[in-house]
């Protein structure tokens, strides 16, 4: 995988795969190691905390490493090792104004939405995910370089 523009949205599905062995989890690292054009949110935060619970209840994740790859997450995006995109009201705008315009023609998420809106107002060029959806809705808003991760 190659990433050549900046700067670099991560979704939640880019950002797990910094944290957690996955498949792919190598060949993101590699594309992402040493760049400081790194954007991420709360969002992305809180999304990537969810699925650490989720990896607890199923047993995949005992209960002191969740709170390590939490502890670690954390430390990083308040250390500044990514750029923040912070949440506002605009940003709930632009994503209910995709909602309108993208809902018609294809499955949007809420989340995904106001992650294409923080991407975008934070000036992304890329954005990297690993979730099909949300790179069809990327793929359909047009502004995004979308690494080969999720094929929309």
Partial sequence: MRIESSPVYLDSS?????YV???ESEALEAALVGRRDLI????VVTELTSAVARRLRDGQLRP?????LYRRMLHDVEAGEF???EVSAAMHREAERLLLVLGARLVL??????????ASIAGARVLVTF??????????????????????
């Fill in 109 to 118: 998420r809420a989340a995904d939405a106001l992650h294409l809106a923080l």
């Fill in 83 to 85: 750029q923040r995109a």
């Fill in 131 to 152: 979730d099909r959806r949300m790179a069809a809705a990327a793929a359909a808003v047009g502004a995004f370089e979308l690494p080969a991760t999720a094929k929309p």
């Fill in 14 to 18: 880019a950002l797990a795969k910094i």
């Fill in 21 to 23: 062995s996955e498949p």
């Fill in 40 to 43: 991420v949110s709360d969002l």
């Fill in 64 to 68: 002191a490493a969740a709170r390590r």
